[in-house]
């Protein structure tokens, strides 16, 4: 069964940083591209960050470009999102997903997400 | 950038109806077009990728159509566990996006 599990979200005052990660389990991780996409409150869904399966290709939204890192530990299985100079208006549930290929796909499987709260 | 946009924003329609919600990409993305369904307080469920590739498990009365830049969502019989939010996403590129979303509900 595929699981997965984000932990790291958090309040965290404008200009600060925090570190997601998304514990994987159940499936091959290195064979899948991973993404990581944001809801905020009452809105959409929003995708920041995508990542191949061995790592070396990284995608990311023009919103967090230059701001965020995403990276995995495919020894671990693990997905991180760094994120740094952080906004008000990152305020959001943040999910872990796995893509359906080890490139950019679509996401069949979701984490139930890690809430981060950019307020002062 | 490849802008997607959805229609309608809501609808509200009988138990038994057919719906269907389309997705419109501002450039061609071939079939890199995904449809996911999110209930209330839940976390999005993946229902058609490839434009038309049913999910495994994803109940036959929902069913995807389109190629290039439109793109079509459609239950077949509305039920009342199918009042959600619905959108679509692109992945044809190194920049994914998704659509507004549809929310769906009985009339």
């Known amino acids: 069964e595929v699981q997965l599990l984000e932990s790291g979200g958090g309040l965290v005052q404008p200009g600060g940083s925090l570190r997601l990660s998304c514990a994987a389990s159940?499936?091959?991780?290195?064979?899948?591209?991973m993404s990581w996409v944001r809801q905020a409150p009452g809105k959409g869904l929003e995708w920041v960050s995508g990542?191949?399966?061995?790592?070396?290709?990284?995608y990311y939204a023009d919103s967090v470009k230059g701001r965020f890192t995403i990276s995995r530990d495919n020894s671990n299985n693990t997905l991180y999102l760094q994120m740094n100079s952080l906004r008000a208006e990152d305020t959001a549930l943040y999910y872990c997903?796995?893509?359906?290929?080890?490139?950019?796909?679509?996401?069949?499987?979701w984490g139930q997400g890690t809430l981060v709260t950019v307020s002062s | 950038d490849i802008q997607m946009t959805q229609s309608p924003s809501s609808l509200s329609a009988s138990v038994g109806d057919r719906v269907t919600i389309t997705c419109r990409a501002s450039q061609g993305i071939s079939n890199y077009l995904a449809w996911y369904q999110q209930k209330p307080g839940k976390v999005p469920k993946l229902l058609i990728y490839a434009a038309s590739t049913l999910q495994s498990g994803v109940p036959s009365r929902f069913s995807g159509s389109g190629s290039g830049t439109d793109f079509t969502l459609t239950i077949s019989s509305l039920q009342p566990e199918d009042v959600a939010t619905y959108y679509c996403q692109k992945y044809n590129s190194a920049l994914v996006t998704f659509g507004p979303g549809t929310k769906v509900d009985i009339k």
């Open positions: 159940g499936f091959t991780f290195s064979s899948y591209a």
């Open positions: 990542i191949s399966g061995t790592g070396d290709s990284t």
């Open positions: 997903a796995k893509d359906r290929s080890a490139v950019p796909a679509a996401n069949n499987y």
